[in-house]
């Protein structure tokens, strides 16, 4: 995933599983540093037919805000 927040490029990834018996989280944690607003979110998704990154533009701060494949913002 990347994060575009005030001219920054922050980028972040899942890992879906570590080894025998563990497991990662799959929730990502953004510091925006006091913004309050993420001007946009692209997702590349795993897999060969994950099809084209899928963005999301002017996410507010302080959300949970839950991407799933297949359904960007418009």
Do not use: N
């Amino acid at each position: 995933m990347t994060v575009e927040v005030s001219g920054r490029i922050l980028r972040r990834q899942v890992s879906g599983g570590r080894g025998y018996l563990s497991q990662s989280e799959l929730p990502l944690t953004i510091g925006l540093a006091g913004d309050t607003i993420v001007d946009r979110v692209t997702v590349r998704w795993p897999g060969r037919d994950a099809g084209t990154p899928e963005v999301w533009e002017a996410l507010t701060a302080d959300t949970t805000h839950e991407l799933r494949q297949g359904k960007p913002q418009k």
